[in-house]
């Protein structure tokens, strides 16, 4: 049993009474709940904020899912959330491709005897089952037939369609994309409700589909601890994270120029955007440069290049601006995430001839995370959507701590990102007229960027609480 279970057994054998006297803001009679995700939990922030709210509306939650990165502080101390860790089946190496096609069918039907007997045997039997969609198979399949024979409800979080990002790698003529497409429309018809990402997939599922379920849109939407920093948070997470060796490269940047400072002493004064004045009190920096973050998966879907094209247009244009009144600031662009094609960009990034753009990638922690976000001046999306139904999350997490945001032009992004929030760009030198543009009026109190400031604040006034009410009446 995995070390989070082992916390919560104590737990599970007690009286559902007890523990929903332990929830403050129990509205109703507790139902168990299991959610499903055949994912990483700790990387699926949607689920973990379904979790989050279902515990404090009293439910009982069981999370089913694969270990890996370490989830939320606060589903793994709430007392009424048990996570239940799928096994992964050890995928092969260096082997001939023949491998790799028996082993294929052979981790489906290992993934179909853990989720089956996860469901039926594992858990207590569940009164809902929420699985998250994509991946459709095998999820849909278990799902819906451990929700017959439990007699639970059954109901979707549709992210996207898997048949969309199969579409991607094989084509739409082969005939395992058709067959994956015809799955998930059967399984997904059969579901009790169905809780969607966007409007556009909504409409999507009831008009091509035939949906019968119930239809929910729920935004997504960032959690209340999410904010735009003050200068004296920003300076106190500056002062940390610049002794944090992923951040090493960045110290010369609080340099006075003279080369004669002790950085160690001079960081409690001075950090990567801040100054204490001389009352001792943190103020952004003048000159300071300007913080971009960009959230990546590392994945094919990303065309990473468009933003290293871009980042090397803004070189070439502040080195020219040097001289000018309106110089262009430095520009350190910082890329968190994990994946296959890290390692590419990061040998792309290192031969980059650059003195003014400074770019870091990064993991960090899912406390820091949002205090990153907060802290930065301009987020940056290149996320494109296999069906160009769903938005990205990163950009929901921006715009929930205030932070203005270019995002990569797509079909619903529209419901995301608006003239009053951000930007959308199609190709490399948009993004990058965009940046300079921003950058220009970064401390001018009536210019466009302190109105895209203004929007992606009054983004965050309905945080994922108060989106949930309408979610909650499912369960």
Not at 296 to 321: G, K, P
Not at 453 to 460: H, P, S
Request: with cysteine.
């Amino acid at each position: 049993m995995d070390k989070q279970s082992n916390i919560r057994q104590r737990d599970r054998g007690r009286s559902t009474p007890d523990r929903v006297d332990n929830v403050k803001d129990a509205t109703s009679r507790a139902r168990r709940v299991a959610i499903l995700v055949l994912g990483d939990i700790g990387r699926s922030p949607r689920m973990q904020y379904h979790a989050l709210s279902l515990a404090r509306a009293g439910h009982l939650v069981d999370f089913i899912g694969y270990d890996g990165a370490t989830p939320m502080e606060d589903v793994l101390t709430a007392p009424n959330i048990t996570l239940h860790h799928i096994r992964v089946l050890p995928q092969p190496t260096s082997a001939p491709r023949a491998v790799f096609y028996i082993y294929a069918p052979l981790k489906v039907l290992y993934q179909l005897w853990t989720l089956f007997w996860m469901l039926l045997f594992v858990i207590s039997r569940p009164d809902v089952i929420l699985v998250q969609n994509p991946p459709a198979i095998p999820t849909l399949l278990v799902a819906r037939v451990c929700a017959f024979l439990t007699g639970a409800r059954l109901i979707i979080d549709w992210h996207n369609y898997g048949y969309t990002i199969l579409d991607m790698k094989l084509g739409d003529s082969h005939p395992v994309v058709a067959l994956a497409k015809r799955f998930e429309q059967f399984f997904g018809n059969s579901a009790y409700a169905h809780l969607c990402v966007t409007n556009a997939m909504a409409s999507d599922l009831r008009d091509k589909w035939a949906i019968k379920g119930k239809l929910v849109v729920l935004h997504d939407k960032a959690p209340k601890h999410f904010k735009h920093l003050e200068a004296a948070e920003i300076h106190t997470l500056w002062t940390r994270l610049l002794n944090d060796p992923q951040f090493a490269g960045l110290g010369s940047l609080i340099s006075s120029g003279s080369g004669s400072e002790d950085l160690k002493a001079q960081s409690a004064q001075v950090s990567l955007l801040t100054r204490k004045d001389s009352k001792g009190i943190p103020k952004m920096r003048k000159n300071r440069p300007m913080l971009l973050v960009s959230s990546t998966s590392w994945t094919a879907d990303e065309d990473f290049s468009i933003i290293l094209e871009a980042l090397t247009i803004y070189e070439h244009a502040a080195i020219s601006s040097m001289q000018s009144a309106c110089a262009l600031p430095s520009l350190v662009v910082l890329i968190t995430g994990k994946g296959q094609l890290r390692g590419f960009y990061e040998r792309e990034i290192s031969q980059m001839q650059l003195s003014k753009v400074h770019i870091v990638t990064a993991w960090l922690s899912a406390e820091d995370y949002p205090l990153l976000l907060g802290s930065a001046d301009l987020g940056v999306s290149l996320h494109t959507s296999s069906s160009g139904l769903d938005l990205p999350m990163k950009v929901v997490d921006m715009l929930g701590c205030g932070t203005p945001v270019c995002a990569y032009r797509f079909s619903c992004i529209n419901e995301l990102v608006t003239e009053r929030n951000g930007m959308v760009f199609g190709n490399a030198s948009e993004l990058a007229l965009q940046i300079q543009d921003l950058a220009r009026q970064l401390d001018d109190k009536s210019g466009s960027y302190q109105q895209l400031l203004g929007g992606a604040a009054e983004f965050r006034r309905i945080d994922w609480a108060a989106n949930y009410t309408q979610a909650l009446e499912l369960f």
